[in-house]
């Protein structure tokens, strides 16, 4: 009964997959239980699987700033406030309602789904095709992982690796009955059962994907080495970011774009540089955002990035323009925060450099730097110093992954070492907030739903 129910509720009214023609396809929404592996696959292909909760993170990074004036004018709605308050990094975030709640709520509707699914093949009385079973399998565990992973990222800090063991974790629901409440596991239980779900997803999902909204090998691989980053485990880092380099390798060339004005970057359908596609909901942010002036200084002149990342408006503000997850009905950008091979490239890069393997290092960072630099005036960069290198790695990470919710994530791991710890900064008029390293503000508050209806322990702040 209770998968009969969620069925009806879950059964995906648009998918997505490589075309409109796909993104148009209505799904039958009886209340029938799904009787063959194709419907619980079409489950998996609902687009809201491909939006991403990083949201918080991407509001409260140091990528962006906004002036005095467009933070007064900055609309009032409830949506907004949302967005606003994660801006300070202050304030009671339940004054924003519902919206507060989206990134969490979001990411346990789709593992809700991705259990749904779980359970429904598990409990087929035949498989009528295999290949497309272990692929449905795959996916699934692959989507669960993926909202552990942004659910941790947003709302757990980011201790020491030692730490995690008491550290508070996220409520890992692995059934369909979402009613039984689940406590908080530790971290260090959170990213085991990611690192679970991802292992045996790289099992059954095929080599690649012939859609970028549907996650093959390569995309779980990437993924792993993000997880391992964040654990320090460098060595399998590098060999998960190999695997997914291996197969997929491709890079956009920038000197080769041809209207960079209109249309910097391939559709999402497209860009073969991209191994999963994930978006953010629509941000107001992004079309009043200007460029943080420490970010800005980091593009050289031989850069080709910031004419596909950005735009000046006319009036010295500087937002962003180009993303790989396109424009909006408006117009607007839509901030990509999927999986792409730029971001495995530095991947591999940081951990290579971190086991002082200097020359794979360099040689992963200059192959992204020759796709991005003005090919008449690229250099390759060369140094036999282990901490030359990780700068140069970590700053190529910012300039290469510009408001993908990766930053948030960023700042809190590397706020563990005391040479990149950094002191977030806001300025608006005479009133200053600042961000220090191992804030508790790191981990964004639970919404109230969440500490009421599911008895949760709240995020101290």
């Not at 360099?362 to 730097?369: I, M, P, T």
Request: charged share 25%; net charge negative; glycine share 4%.
């Amino acid at each position: 009964m209770i998968i009969r129910k969620l069925v009806y509720l879950l059964m995906p009214i648009s998918l997505t997959a490589c075309s409109k023609n796909f993104l148009d396809k209505k799904s039958d929404q009886s209340q029938r239980v799904p009787a063959h592996v194709s419907e619980y696959a079409a489950l998996l292909d609902n687009k809201n699987m491909n939006v991403n909760g990083l949201n918080l993170n991407a509001c409260g990074s140091d990528e962006y700033f906004i002036t005095e004036a467009q933070y007064n004018s900055f609309p009032t709605g409830i949506t907004t406030l949302y967005e606003r308050m994660a801006y300070d990094w202050e304030g009671d975030m339940s004054l924003a309602g519902e919206q507060a709640g989206v990134d969490w709520k979001d990411n346990y509707n789709r593992i809700m789904q991705c259990n749904l699914v779980l359970e429904g093949l598990d409990n087929l009385n035949n498989v009528d095709d295999q290949q497309e079973f272990d692929r449905a399998k795959g996916t699934a565990l692959f989507i669960r992982s993926l909202n552990f992973f942004h659910l941790a990222e947003q709302y757990c800090l980011t201790p020491t690796v030692s730490e995690m063991e008491q550290a508070l974790g996220i409520p890992l629901k692995l059934e369909v009955n979402f009613d039984r409440q689940v406590s908080r596991a530790t971290l260090k239980k959170t990213y085991a059962q990611i690192i679970d779900d991802l292992t045996a997803a790289i099992l059954l999902l095929p080599v690649s994907s012939n859609h970028t909204t549907r996650p093959g090998k390569a995309a779980a691989h990437a993924l792993l080495a993000k997880v391992y980053l964040i654990l320090n485990e460098f060595d399998k880092v590098e060999m998960h970011a190999a695997e997914a380099i291996k197969i997929n390798p491709y890079l956009l060339d920038l000197n080769k774009t041809e209207n960079v004005n209109t249309q910097p970057f391939p559709s999402l359908y497209e860009n073969r540089e991209i191994l999963f596609h994930g978006q953010l909901i629509e941000l107001t942010m992004p079309g009043m955002m200007d460029l943080d002036p420490e970010l800005a200084a980091l593009y050289k002149d031989d850069d080709l990035r910031p004419d596909h990342y950005f735009k000046n408006d006319g009036n010295n503000r500087v937002s962003l323009f180009g993303t790989y997850a396109g424009f909006n009905d408006f117009s607007r950008p839509i901030l990509f925060s999927g999986l792409a091979v730029d971001e495995v490239y530095l991947l591999h890069a940081e951990a290579c450099a971190r086991q002082s393997k200097l020359t794979t290092a360099l040689e992963s960072l200059n192959f992204l730097r020759k796709h991005r630099i003005d090919r008449s005036k690229y250099i390759a960069l060369s140094s036999t110093n282990k901490d030359e290198v990780l700068v140069w790695v970590l700053e190529e990470r910012r300039r290469e992954l510009v408001l993908r919710g990766n930053r948030w994530g960023d700042i809190k791991r590397l706020n563990r070492e005391p040479r990149y710890a950094k002191t977030l900064v806001r300025n608006n008029g005479a009133v200053q907030r600042t961000l220090p390293p191992g804030d508790l503000r790191f981990a964004w508050p639970l919404h109230e739903y969440a500490i009421i209806y599911d008895k949760l322990e709240q995020n101290p702040r």
